[in-house]
């Protein structure tokens, strides 16, 4: 090997080079045959699925929210607004680096701590790909063009323009339309598949009150938008529409200025007010005291905003129209008197002597008389006129529980009334059943006598006692209680209809005197008005006092006092509207309860403009008719 | 034996001895090769010009390089082969020093060192490792007795596996295997004798598990996990794949029409002027502009194999014929990484795909090409 050029054979080399070549070109042709193999498969074969990927790429859908209905008081006041607001929100698909973004964003708009950990819990939630997440509501103008300007720098985020639900009248009406709040995941668990998409391009939903009861009424229908995008998500056109569908508008039977006659008439203090038609059941005033901002809601309620509501002792959340279960006291004395008179168990022109307490036979307990004296000889009227105990006591033994529950079922006592409104309560109207079931207990004459004057095992919602009075007004036909004004006409519910006229007369024209009679309980407070009111006072005990409460002398006293309530129906002579008032606390049904009832009452029978419009478009309807 | 009859040896050369020099050939210029290449930048700058969104900055940057190109082309092929033959270890010795500052002082980039920076020109040496080492190993085996004998595979391994070592560092993988086989494929055309490239095949294979898990960088093991399965993570590694195969097939038979393609000028692909510019080809001119594309290739090719078999000396051979295959292999890489069939590596498509540095090397080697062509004559006619 010592010169290589001395061995080399060119031939054969030439020859393998040759031989090598033929392999090489052999797995060129092989390998190009792949390429085309697999150009076929993409292009030829699977042309048809590539195409309808890329067309999924480009074109994204986008949901379109449509616009909630909005709500009308009954005189078209807007009570439940939607309001443009601008929504900071981030595509979490399309930022790189998500705290930096989160940290440039801090620098260009306030953002609380608050706002991020929110954020950070709606990114845990069920969302489609390539949704926006909010981050930060109700931008100023300022923090729109400073995150504007540095758009560049944060792929992925997005200023939204969107409606959000405004509720002008604030804390008037948080315990009757309610408010609306963000989906949550509880909420979106339970979801069907049809909410999911309906509930596309919406975050929020009713959640209490009318907002939640109709609340698929109120959404509208959503609207799609095909829109063709780059890669980064930018909206290069819009290739096809179609249009969200508004929700419906809803009107109430509530009236503005009645509702705030009687917040201002309960002035500062805890208690409720429910005012109903009585012909239609239309809830014209429905107040709860304390109350509290909705708007606080809509867009995610800070936790200390939640706190302070939650943790006040005055309970501002609870709304006490429908979920205070209260004993009602005399005011159900009507109720009791009517039944004995249908039960044909007393002659109600026969006068008893009240000595200031009732005895059953064989026991030796004192049933009292709020009045230590006694009344002296009193008959039916008188015994409803000046609210005396001792006279139910005795109606309430002869009746028996039996009766009694029978006849109180007629007036709705310890039943839903079915306003349309969620979260209600039924009280309790007592019973043999219901006590052996409950307490396990057999039923004890007493606790008939403690029934009579609306004590004991009775709890009624200021709601109750407002349907039990209207059923009061309309001798006997009870009508169900309705915050929207329905197209068709409100069907009642149960009626009593043997109850012959003269025995309504004889309760209502008592409870007449309760508000005009000198001797009547609540003569003061109806002294000097326009129209005849018929009414009834109550007082219910306070019973007891949680053990865990602290001690504080002037609030406990405070606390403990009893409930003043009151319920009345005018005009008289053509009843109208119907009133049960609670203060809590108030002590006096006549002295405090009373008036509240007669400012509600004014203002809702004094409005001689109301009337005209009423009149104009029931004449307007009759027109059309024709 | 070394006085063995000229004519009988080369019995193809006796008519060119009667054909008359022409001005081409004169030129050093082989004119199919020349024909097929100015189809290729012309058919690659009108892709170019689409993939760059419609607008002329690309393909001016392109067509300065391609201008570049064709000149370096040109100048090259008028060098002496057996110049090149005696004095190619001086580029390789050149090219191996660049390797080692490029590991000691080169400029990196998304955790690579790959870039030496020459008073603000920025320059990859790896590029000239790939004319460097088949040039090296072409002519270390050409002056040997042809099929190489085991001393000098070793010898010629050694050639080989140094710089791709140092490029494995950078770190490289796709460049260093493609010098790598730039090398190999030499020795393969030399003669390497069978067995030992199908013991070499089998330890390759056994060593395939070992290498997945110790050798292998985390990033090269998801971009070949990504390969077999693109959906497990469509919007991180698998994008790239999952995009490049909608643009292909999305463009059917007819394709969108140039300028049309929504994948590409929507900013769906990725690296749509570079890397993944046949699948702009492939959606917007369709099978038909693909089936054009791989013609052009294969005539390139079909011509190159040519000039490689009528080569007159084994230096002008063995060169040409690593060329071609150097060629084909990015060819192939490149448009089978975009169709899904490889793992994604960062090799580009000749002719097509944006950028200098490898455009000027490609243009190098077809001027090598047509150097080993007009060998012949030029050997003659002196």
């Known amino acids: 090997m010592s010169e290589p050029q001395t061995l080399k054979d060119h031939f054969r080399e030439a020859r393998i080079f040759r031989h090598r070549v033929a392999v090489i070109v052999l797995l060129m042709v092989a390998l190009f045959a792949l390429l085309l193999a697999q150009f076929y498969n993409l292009q030829i074969v699977h042309h048809g699925d590539y195409v309808t990927q890329s067309d999924r790429n480009r074109i994204h859908v986008r949901p379109l929210a449509p616009t909630r209905g909005l709500i009308y008081d009954r005189n078209g006041k807007l009570l439940a607004d939607n309001r443009p607001s601008y929504t900071l929100s981030i595509i979490k698909e399309r930022v790189d680096n998500l705290d930096e973004t989160l940290d440039i964003l801090e620098d260009l708009v306030a953002l609380s701590d608050n706002d991020r950990e929110k954020f950070k819990h709606r990114l845990q939630q069920r969302r489609r790909p390539f949704e926006s997440v909010p981050l930060r509501y109700r931008l100023a103008e300022d923090e729109i063009a400073r995150v504007a300007v540095n758009e560049f720098r944060l792929p992925g985020v997005e200023v939204e323009a969107q409606l959000v639900r405004y509720y002008p009248y604030s804390n008037l009406y948080a315990h009757s339309v309610g408010y609306v709040g963000r989906i949550n995941e509880r909420e979106l668990k339970g979801f069907s598949e049809e909410q999911y998409q309906s509930y596309s391009g919406t975050y929020t939903i009713g959640k209490i009150g009318l907002e939640r009861e109709y609340e698929s009424l109120l959404l509208g229908e959503v609207g799609y938008q095909n829109v063709e995008t780059n890669a980064r998500g930018r909206v290069l056109r819009v290739v096809e529409q179609t249009d969200p569908k508004p929700g419906q508008n809803l009107q109430l039977f509530l009236d503005s200025e009645v509702q705030q006659a009687g917040l201002k008439a309960l002035a500062g203090r805890r208690g409720a007010i429910v005012a109903i038609e009585v012909d239609t059941g239309g809830v014209v005033a429905m107040v709860s005291s304390p109350s509290y901002d909705p708007n606080l809601f809509v867009t995610g309620i800070s936790h200390k905003d939640y706190n302070s509501l939650t943790r006040s002792r005055d309970l501002p959340l609870f709304n006490r129209a429908i979920q205070g279960e209260y004993p009602p006291g005399s005011t159900i004395k009507p109720l009791i008197a009517l039944g004995g008179m249908h039960y044909n168990v007393v002659d109600p022109y026969k006068a008893v002597f009240d000595r200031g307490f009732y005895q059953l036979e064989n026991e030796k307990r004192r049933y009292r008389d709020w009045k230590k004296a006694g009344h002296g000889r009193v008959d039916m009227r008188v015994a409803i006129r000046e609210s005396c105990d001792t006279y139910y006591y005795d109606l309430a033994y002869k009746l028996g529980i039996d009766r009694l529950h029978e006849f109180g079922n007629y007036f709705g006592m310890g039943q839903y009334t079915g306003i349309d409104i969620p979260s209600e309560r039924k009280g309790n109207w007592p019973s043999r059943r219901w006590k052996r079931d409950y307490r396990g207990l057999p039923w004890f004459p007493g606790d008939t006598l403690n029934v009579g004057i609306g004590q004991g095992d009775v709890l009624a919602t200021p709601l109750q006692l407002a349907v039990m009075t209207a059923t009061l007004a309309n001798r006997g036909k009870r009508v169900t209680p309705r915050l929207v004004q329905a197209r068709s006409p409100q069907a009642t519910s149960t009626s009593l209809q043997d109850v012959p006229d003269q025995q309504w007369d004889l309760v209502i024209s008592a409870m007449e005197e309760v508000v005009h009679h000198r001797s009547g309980t609540a003569y003061k407070a109806g002294r000097g008005m326009s129209f005849r009111m018929a009414g009834k006072s109550g007082t219910a005990q306070v019973v007891g006092i949680a053990q865990d409460e602290e001690y504080d002398s002037e609030a406990l006293a405070e606390r403990h006092r009893d409930h003043a309530l009151f319920v009345g129906f005018a005009p008289v002579e053509d009843p109208q509207i119907a009133v049960a008032v609670i203060v809590e606390n108030g002590e006096g049904g006549s002295s405090e309860g009373a008036p509240v009832v007669r400012k509600v009452m004014e203002q809702y029978l004094n409005q001689p403009i109301d009337l005209a419009v009423t009149t104009l478009s029931m004449s307007g309807e009759g027109h059309v008719e024709h | ?382």
């Open chain 2, 1 to 382: 034996m070394s006085s063995t009859d000229f004519i009988r040896r080369m019995p193809s050369a006796a008519l060119d001895l009667r054909r008359p020099i022409n001005f081409w050939t004169r030129m050093h210029i082989d004119v199919p090769l020349a024909a097929l290449l100015i189809v290729l930048t012309l058919y690659g700058l009108a892709v170019l010009y689409s993939a760059g969104g419609g607008q002329w900055y690309y393909v001016k940057r392109q067509a300065v390089f391609f201008c570049m190109g064709y000149v370096l082309m040109i100048a090259v092929a008028q060098v002496n082969l057996a110049f090149l033959e005696r004095w190619g270890w001086a580029l390789y010795l050149f090219g191996f020093v660049l390797l080692i500052l490029v590991l000691v002082m080169g400029v990196g980039a998304k955790g690579a060192q790959r870039w030496l920076s020459l008073g603000g020109f920025r320059f990859q040496p790896s590029e000239v490792m790939k004319l460097a080492v088949p040039m090296m190993v072409a002519a270390y085996l050409a002056r040997r007795m042809l099929p190489p004998s085991l001393k000098y595979i070793v010898a010629s391994l050694a050639m080989v596996i140094g710089p791709a070592v140092l490029i494995l560092k950078q770190p490289d993988l796709g460049t260093a295997i493609l010098i790598a086989m730039s090398g190999l494929i030499v020795l393969f055309f030399a003669g390497l004798p069978w067995r030992y490239i199908i013991s070499a095949g089998v330890m390759v294979a056994a060593s395939a598990w070992p290498a997945w898990h110790f050798l292998l960088h985390d990033y090269q093991r998801t971009r070949i996990l990504t390969l077999l399965n693109p959906e497990a993570d469509k919007l991180g590694a698998g994008w790239n794949i999952i995009q490049s195969k909608t643009a292909i097939g999305s463009g059917g038979w007819p394709g969108k029409g140039w300028l049309n393609g929504t994948q590409s000028q929507l900013d769906f692909l990725p690296e749509s002027h570079t890397d993944f510019i046949i699948a702009v080809l492939a959606e917007e001119f369709g099978l038909k502009g693909v089936l054009l594309l791989m013609l052009l290739y294969g005539l390139l090719l079909v011509r190159g194999i040519f000039i490689a078999m009528n080569a007159q000396h084994t230096y002008g051979r063995l060169l040409a014929g690593s060329i071609i295959f150097t060629l084909f292999v990015y060819i192939f890489v490149n448009i089978g990484m975009v169709a899904g069939l490889l793992p994604v590596v960062g090799v580009p498509l000749p002719f097509f795909s944006h950028g200098g540095t490898a455009l000027l090397t490609l243009m190098i080697s077809f001027g090598l090409l047509m150097a080993v062509s007009t060998e012949r004559r030029r050997v003659l006619k002196s």
